[in-house]
């Protein structure tokens, strides 16, 4: 099991500004194609954007031996994953895109709330939706159904490796939610991404600007050699400039 790692604020605080849209372009200049996790929708409306470490949680199929109300008091159970996630990281579940059966409910998110997890992200369900809501956790997931988890699903463990919305979502991978969704950051290139993402949010700022005064999108959006040289002029003026 792969212990929790606390994530540097200069790197939230940095892609706190960036979105999942732009995420997901800079991370196929990367060659990385498959990062952004099939079901995870904003629960609500205007939730905020937010950055984290994923903490992983997994499920299997049920299995009726396996799968019972009973086998929530079991060592490996959500309740006793809940007790080890972190501060400010974002629970990330696989839960095999099941749509009918809640993978967790609004006592489990309360729980989570206290221990001041940032998020929950599934491509599963969630159950007691109103209470969930009431708890404030914000959640990312593919709907809500009543029936809970074990009516579909098995828990097996977390901080391990998982398939989440037909993403591969390791341990400590940085996640980042908007109302796009859910994108995944693999640690290796952390670094590297937040640069190039903060570099291409603040391009895409000024293209925006140049666009509501008129100007037309051959040449800039991507920007030719003169917009290139336009842009770096003004990103010196604005004291940016390295």
């Known amino acids: 099991m792969v212990p929790p790692s606390p994530l540097d604020p200069r790197i939230t605080q940095a892609l706190a500004g960036v979105s999942t849209a732009t995420l997901t372009t800079v991370l196929l200049k990367h060659g990385l194609r498959n990062v952004w996790l099939r079901g995870a929708r904003p629960l609500r409306d205007g939730q905020p954007r937010l950055v984290g470490r994923a903490f992983t949680l997994r499920f299997v199929p049920a299995r009726e031996d396996l799968a019972t109300p009973a086998s929530w008091g079991n060592p490996t ?35 989570m709330v206290r221990r001041g997890v940032a998020a929950l992200v599934s491509d599963g369900v969630v159950r007691d939706v109103a209470g969930v809501l009431g708890t404030g956790l914000p959640v990312w997931c593919r709907g809500t159904a009543a029936p809970p988890s074990v009516a ?34 693999p640690q290796a290139l952390l670094g590297e991404v937040v640069d ?18 008129g100007a ?6 991507p920007p030719n050699d003169e917009n290139k040289a336009r842009y770096q002029a003004w990103v010196k003026a604005q004291g940016g400039g390295r």
Request: net charge negative; proline share 3%.
């Open 216 to 221: 037309a999108l051959p040449g800039l959006y």
């Open 196 to 213: 190039a993402a903060v570099e291409q949010e603040r391009l895409e700022g000024w293209i925006m600007s140049e666009v509501e005064r």
């Open 152 to 185: 579909g699903l098995t828990f097996v463990g977390w901080q391990e490796p998982i398939d989440c919305g037909g993403v591969a979502v390791f341990p400590n991978d940085v996640i980042v939610v908007d109302q796009d969704g859910a994108v995944l950051i």
């Open 77 to 111: 159970s959500t309740r006793a994953a809940i007790e080890a996630m972190s501060a400010g990281c974002i629970a990330v579940v696989g839960a095999l895109g099941t749509a009918d059966a809640g993978i967790f409910g609004d006592i489990l998110c309360a729980r």
